[in-house]
């Protein structure tokens, strides 16, 4: 079906996007369009879990920076997004967590009425097939399917062992914990994962290879979106730019859903007219609504990372190159086993470590030093292991602007990271701990020294703070810049209709008023699900009652 008239333009290829499209092209009667910036994602750096290392760097992803700024000691932090279909869900490590129950309680108090946990749950349900776990907190017919790794590195069990023994020693009780999104997140174990049989199932995988076979569903990848056309005040389509250079408008004749990710979603929102007035209004934007919100409340996770080498050369360092890319290979075409059926962030965990009833600290354990957290420098032709903290707080918070109304020009990222110091504090502890696991019995036996920090970092609160500011990288869980909400930043309600223009919608984690404490896949699928829902019955309602010419 080729036409430039469609029901529903969904902008973004990613976790949302893939599972809103899919949803909505359920009822044959409506048809729905699917716009991806960039390529497809029939690789097998995508399709096998373990290989998705590979993937970063390439034209799957896009690699921003944030303005430099004191409280990171000056340095420009890498803000790297998925470009492909299934975005980020592609390029992931696929661990499987919700966030915690006060997360979702907490958007509901301050004033997102209808997302408390108990709202959620039956949408996170909708979502999951676990093949494991089967319970009141668990789905088991959904989309996208959820399961334990088949294979699991040597070091992962120690690092389950040693985290319980540092918490021991520390006088702090650290449980083992065979589910994080179940009756409590906090303590130690195994990821689940979005695999099967050592296969991603990304929302791409999941939700639309199914449903692309329907005649009703049309997907176009690399063609970017240049704009949202807005008549009116009314989302009436969108500008798109393909492979070649041509320009085409495409009407949506019933709505425009933008999920294009917390750093691009608001920039098509101010290129589109939408955001702070005066703002646009000195890039020569025509104004279309005036949401000083769009942009704004920029949040994400933060990563210090704490290396140590190991004794013995049985870390990741090696594993693909040379023979051992044939090794792998084969092993997982032919059984779908080792090495590369595993995410590779196999084991991990969530600590309370100030004693306020919830876990600010996220553990990922990984057999190679620094990998995807920070700097390799010197340590990465060495052997290493990486219990990575990451703080799940996010007191921070900054703003994405637009550069120019030019939209091929990277948006500004004042990202703000550490500037709010509960979130230094809480990485401090995180550091901490992670240096007492790498010391515990289980660990320590298999190390020969502390790479990073390193000996000459001490335990002090002053100079782990200079550590964690010179060291510190995002997580890949950018949040909050098209806020759901009713205060006057609010820029989606909590329906996630953009305010003050109709038959528009915001469908990514931008919309989260404060980030979840976890990963952030999951939630998002979830938040998919929801909006998918709002669309049908909304769409109900206009055939029952349909407006006066």
């Given at each position: 079906m080729e036409t430039n008239s469609y029901d529903y333009i969904v902008v973004g290829g990613g976790a949302a996007g893939c599972a809103v499209a899919a949803r909505l092209s359920e009822s044959?009667?409506?048809?729905?369009?699917?716009?991806?910036e960039g390529p497809h994602d029939r690789t097998m750096s995508i399709k096998a879990n373990g290989a998705y290392f590979r993937t970063m760097g390439t034209r799957r992803t896009i690699q921003y920076f944030t303005e430099t700024q004191s409280y990171t000691n000056n340095r420009p932090i890498q803000v790297m997004q998925a470009r492909t279909l299934g975005g980020g869900h592609s390029i992931n490590a696929m661990v499987?967590?919700?966030?915690?129950?006060?997360?979702?309680?907490?958007?509901?108090?301050?004033?997102?009425?209808?997302?408390?946990?108990?709202?959620?749950?039956?949408?996170?349900?909708?979502a999951e097939n676990n093949l494991r776990l089967r319970d009141e907190y668990h789905g088991n017919n959904g989309p996208l399917v959820i399961s334990d790794n088949s294979y699991r590195h040597e070091l992962s069990e120690s690092f389950v062992l040693a985290a319980r023994e540092a918490g021991r020693g520390c006088g702090i009780d650290v449980n083992e914990n065979a589910d994080f999104n179940g009756v409590t997140q906090a303590g130690v174990g195994y990821y689940q994962t979005s695999s099967r049989n050592g296969e991603r199932c990304s929302t791409a995988r999941g939700y639309l290879r199914s449903a692309q076979g329907r005649p009703n569903l049309v997907v176009r990848t690399d063609t970017q979106v240049l704009r949202i056309v807005i008549e009116n005040g009314r989302a009436t389509g969108v500008l798109i730019r393909d492979q070649r250079g041509v320009e085409t408008r495409i009407e949506a004749?019933?709505?425009?859903?933008?999920?294009?990710?917390?750093?691009?979603?608001?920039?098509?929102?101010?290129?589109?007219?939408?955001?702070?007035?005066?703002?646009?209004?000195?890039?020569?934007i025509p104004v279309s609504s005036d949401l000083p919100g769009v942009g704004k409340n920029y949040q994400d996770h933060l990563v210090a990372p704490v290396d140590g080498e190991l004794s013995r050369p049985i870390s990741l360092l090696g594993q693909d190159r040379g023979w051992n890319v044939l090794r792998h290979g084969l092993n997982w075409l032919m059984f779908r086993r080792g090495l590369l059926s595993s995410n590779l962030v196999e084991a991990g965990g969530f600590l309370d470590l100030d004693g306020d009833g919830r876990p600010e600290i996220q553990l990922h354990a990984l057999a190679m030093a620094s990998t995807a957290w920070g700097k390799l420098e010197a340590s990465n032709r060495i052997h290493g292991y990486s219990v990575a903290p990451c703080c799940l707080t996010s007191y921070s918070r900054g703003t994405v602007r637009l550069r120019s109304d030019d939209p091929a020009d990277s948006p500004v990222i004042i990202a703000n990271y550490l500037k709010d110091d509960r979130d230094v504090h809480n990485l401090i502890r995180g550091v901490r701990f992670a240096r007492q696991i790498l010391k515990a019995p289980s660990l320590a036996t298999q190390m020969t020294r502390e790479i990073m920090p390193g000996a000459d970092i001490g335990d002090d609160d002053a100079s782990l703070e200079q550590y964690v500011r010179n060291h510190v990288q995002m997580a890949f869980h950018v949040a909050g810049t098209c806020a759901?909400?009713?205060?006057?930043?609010?820029?989606?309600?909590?329906?996630?209709?953009?305010?003050?223009?109709?038959?528009?919608?915001?469908?990514?984690?931008?919309?989260?008023?404060?980030?979840?404490?976890?990963?952030t896949t999951a939630p998002v699928v979830m938040i998919a699900e929801r909006a998918a829902e709002f669309m049908h019955e909304e769409a109900a309602n206009r055939r029952a009652f349909p407006r006066a010419a």
């Open positions: 044959p009667h409506r048809s729905v369009l699917l716009l991806e499987y967590v919700r966030g915690q129950r006060e997360d979702y309680d907490g958007w509901n108090d301050d004033g997102c009425t209808g997302w408390r946990y108990s709202d959620v749950l039956p949408y996170f349900r909708k004749r019933e709505e425009v859903v933008v999920s294009a990710g917390a750093v691009i979603s608001p920039k098509l929102l101010m290129l589109s007219g939408i955001g702070n007035g005066r703002e646009l209004q000195d890039l020569g759901m909400g009713s205060g006057v930043d609010a820029v989606v309600d909590t329906r996630l209709r953009v305010r003050g223009i109709e038959r528009l919608r915001v469908v990514d984690a931008s919309i989260m008023p404060t980030l979840v404490r976890g990963n």
